[in-house]
């Protein structure tokens, strides 16, 4: 589940981490990249070498025999290794590329550029062969029977990556993405509850998302994970899973066990609805208007854990904003407009994670659901409701927090066996 976790916060996060296209896409991938430190190189070197080769074949035998096809065939047979370079560094990228996570079909793309580029290159070294051995009669003749032949095979190669390169390419995105489209995921920023509910309905599923569970085990906990396994242990030399939740190798890993207990569902809740208050509180601290409603007494579920970088923000809070860009935009309204936008965005954690068939719907308690659902079924009653305030709104989802960290707490010692 590399990587496919933080999609499930926000759809439009990707990792570089994760990614070979994108870790890859200021070297690999870029034009001028490829064309200083391969290309241009390549061709120097070569034109060198055949410069050189015909040079010397002049000075060291007579212009007659220069002439001579049969040694000119010599001197590029000479020079045919600096060709096969290409054809190896092809085929080394052909290699390396994966097929996962391959949207636009570089890998298929590069089998069918590098059998096409050894054929070509088979038949340019079996013609210069053919014409390098001496021949005494009808040498014309077959000089041009196999000139022909070579000939025809090199336009067909170049007429058929040019044709896989466009045609083949373009038809495999059309067709991938004909078949996406009736389950691509676009978030609806409004409080609409039908819209909302769709959005959800197109997700994958959470058995979809595990279907091929990765394991792990003391290999997948690098360097820097074990440095820091006594800074997070408790008095007992027990790793405790606040601290593993806040470490970035711990969190992904713990992601990982909770998908092969098909329980992704929450984490993930407990994710947003940290960043849920979180956001809040930054609002009320940065907000002259709401510091009345700050009690420095407050246990604050997203103190007690410190969310590692490698998780996104939640695109149902933060829309895609930055944290500041979100703080000052907030800073600039009154009290009634930031309860209704903060109503809305937990509605829509509402809809994700506690309504009635949601999807990632949580396994919290009875009393705990129906509070919730009391409150936000009817959105309109909710959007209305005046009793909801900042400070209500700041705890709501605790009682869920607290179900959900004891939860995690039954998966957290398996993981530890």
């Known amino acids: ?34 064309k200083t430190r391969i ?68 890998s298929q793309e590069l089998s069918k550029l590098c059998k096409i580029v050894i054929v070509y290159f088979i038949a340019w070294i079996t013609s210069h062969i053919v014409l390098a051995i001496p021949k005494y009669d009808d040498s014309d003749m077959v000089n041009l029977i196999v000139f022909w032949i070579q000939t025809s095979i090199t336009h067909t190669c170049v007429f058929m990556t040019a044709l896989v390169s466009t045609f083949w390419v373009n038809k495999r995105i059309e067709s991938n993405r004909s078949r ?36 792990f085990s003391a290999a997948d906990m690098d360097d820097g994970f074990e440095d820091d396994l006594t ?21 992904e ?29 930054q609002c009320i601290v940065n907000n002259d208007q709401f510091n009345d409603y700050l009690d420095m007494n407050d246990e604050l579920w997203f103190q007690k854990i410190t969310i590692p970088k490698n998780v996104p923000k939640s695109w149902l809070i933060y829309e895609g904003q930055s944290v500041q860009d979100m703080l000052d935009v907030m800073c600039d309204i009154d009290e009634a407009q930031f309860v209704g936008i903060m109503k809305k965005i937990c509605y829509r954690l509402y809809l994700k994670y506690i309504a009635s068939s949601a999807e990632f719907e949580i396994n919290v308690a009875y009393r705990t659901r129906l509070y919730l659902i009391g409150q936000m079924e009817n959105p309109a009653v909710w959007m209305d409701n005046q009793q909801i305030g900042i400070r209500e709104l700041l705890h709501i989802y605790d009682k869920a927090c607290d179900q959900i960290y004891a939860l995690m707490g039954d998966s957290y010692r398996r993981f530890q066996k």
């Open 253 to 281: 890993l713990f992601m990982r066990h909770l998908s092969t207990e098909f329980s992704l569902e929450n984490l993930l809740s407990l994710v947003e609805f940290l960043q849920f208050q979180e956001i809040i509180y």
């Open 1 to 34: 589940i590399n990587g496919k976790w933080q999609q499930l916060i926000d759809p439009n996060h990707i990792d570089s981490s994760y990614n070979y296209f994108l870790k890859y896409k200021s070297t690999r991938g870029n034009y001028n990249w490829f």
């Open 39 to 106: 290309v241009i190189p390549l061709l120097i070197i070569s034109c060198t070498i055949q410069i050189t080769s015909c040079i010397y074949v002049g000075i060291v035998y007579d212009d007659s025999i220069a002439q001579n096809n049969e040694y000119l065939e010599i001197v590029f047979l000479f020079n045919s290794p600096l060709y096969i370079w290409p054809v190896i560094a092809l085929i080394v990228f052909w290699f390396r590329t994966p097929q996962l996570e391959d949207q636009f079909f570089i």
């Open 231 to 251: 800074s997070i242990q408790d008095g007992s030399g027990q790793l405790r899973l606040t601290a593993i939740l806040s470490h970035p190798k711990g969190f």
């Open 180 to 215: 996406m489209c009736s389950t691509d995921r676009e978030l609806v920023p409004t409080v609409n509850k039908q819209s909302i509910s769709n959005m959800l309905t197109k997700r994958s599923t959470i058995s979809q998302i595990v279907t091929r569970v990765f394991t």
